[in-house]
């Protein structure tokens, strides 16, 4: 197992990519803001406090596993959601704090029980291994209560990063949609979750719901003959998590508004209603775990009107780490989002290539959910207007395996014009698959 120090953590760096220049009367002003993490583990410098060497353990991990009644259909599901565990428990760094929750109607703890997480080492390992063969299909689906189990077992532990990996293969129909959203805000903020719906009979918006409310990743594993890879995939991805509740945090002057903040890169996922109130004229926006990577985000801003000559900052944007009580440890990287009104109608009129491309790409996200909502209610001509703009966007920002996905539900004629035919039969697992990733984007060439 590799070794690990929160000692060094990664390095953040913000770039701010814009066109400035407003008209005279312009108001908005947008901005793609790139947040880089790099060094992590090796970096030089101290880690902020939050995050000192000395709190013990680096990180907790709770593993949801589906045992309802139709895992056991067919019997190669259970199988394989256990192969998939036994795969991720392996993926586990030794003195990583880890749980295994079998899910039905209820939530019962299946590894290391009594309330508590076990250390990974290979004992444990093998122990966690050992009790997987016990877990067996039978009974309903309420998703709330695993959460709620997984949240209680991740808060007992002294760490930095808590994260859950929750699979699913049906319906949350014990459990109300009101219950489970209660539950999905209470645990916000206190633990990052993915979510994986395995073959064809969940629903995708609860699944990716999980995700987006607890700032992880959704997705269908169509062949439960996938889900080892998957999951081992998705713990070597946590086990990279090197800070956790990293905020975005915006502060405008008086006269000034966020209209939105969007992450738009790897996938989109509006973050607007999420602010926290951090003083006066700023807010934080939560983005969760970070490892060595990039995200981008899309931040509009509403100004006020100002006459030709005038300049402004709009935004300034830095990256912090909130603590409990209402101070911040900063994480050292800042960027400016400026307002300058012109009367050149090139400098105010040009769209800077990044927020264009991003803004294609959200649009891309709305209207795949759009066309596969109205072919579901049967409007085939709507379905075919908003999947063939899907194909178009898709097309013109190089959106390649979003392209490959619509092909398998519309026949293309001509994808520079979005001009396509819906197909007459569409399998389920591929129209599921276009919803899950219809907000997975591919980042601009800078």
Known sequence: MANFSKSNVPQFSVD?????????????????????ATGGGTAPGAAPRAYAAEQGPSAAVAIMVD?????????????????????????????????????????KE???????????????????????????????TAIGTWLRL???LLSSADVSIRHGILLTDGRNEHESPGDLKATLDTCAGRFTCDARGVGTDWEVKEVTG??????????????????????????????GKEVADVSLRLWTPVGTEIAFVKQVAPAVEDLTGRRTEAGPRAGDYPTGSWGD???????????????????M?????????????????????????????????????????????????AELAQVIQQGIDLRKAGDIDGATAKLGRAVQLASASGNADTAKLLAKVVDVVDAATGTVRLKTKVAEADEMTLETRSTKTVRVKK
């Open 16 to 36: 701010v990519y814009q066109n400035e220049y407003l008209p005279e009367g312009g108001r908005e002003v947008n901005a793609i803001v790139t947040v880089t």
């Open 67 to 107: 045992c309802s009644g139709s895992m056991d259909y067919p019997k190669t599901k259970m199988r394989n959601a256990r192969d998939a565990t036994a795969a991720a428990i392996d993926t586990l760094r030794d003195g990583v704090h880890f749980a295994v929750i079998g899910g039905t109607h209820v939530a």
């Open 110 to 140: 299946v590894y290391p029980g009594g309330g508590r997480l076990a250390v990974a080492d290979a004992t444990t390992r093998d122990q966690a291994k050992q009790a997987l063969r016990r877990l067996g299909a039978g009974g309903g």
């Open 150 to 152: 997984a949240d209680r």
């Open 210 to 239: 999980i995700a987006s409310a607890l700032l992880g990743t959704a997705d269908i594993v169509a062949d439960p003959a996938g889900l080892a890879a998957d999951f081992t995939r998705m713990m070597e991805t946590a086990m």
């Open 293 to 311: 990577e990039a995200r981008d985000y899309h931040v509009c801003v509403r100004v006020p009107a100002a006459n030709i000559g005038q300049e």
């Open 313 to 361: 900052l709009a935004a300034r944007v830095s990256l912090v780490i909130p603590r409990s009580d209402g101070s911040a440890d900063s994480l050292g990287a800042q960027g400016l989002v400026r307002a300058v009104w012109t009367d050149d109608m090139t400098a105010s009129t040009s769209i800077n290539p990044q927020v264009a491309h991003y803004t294609g790409q």
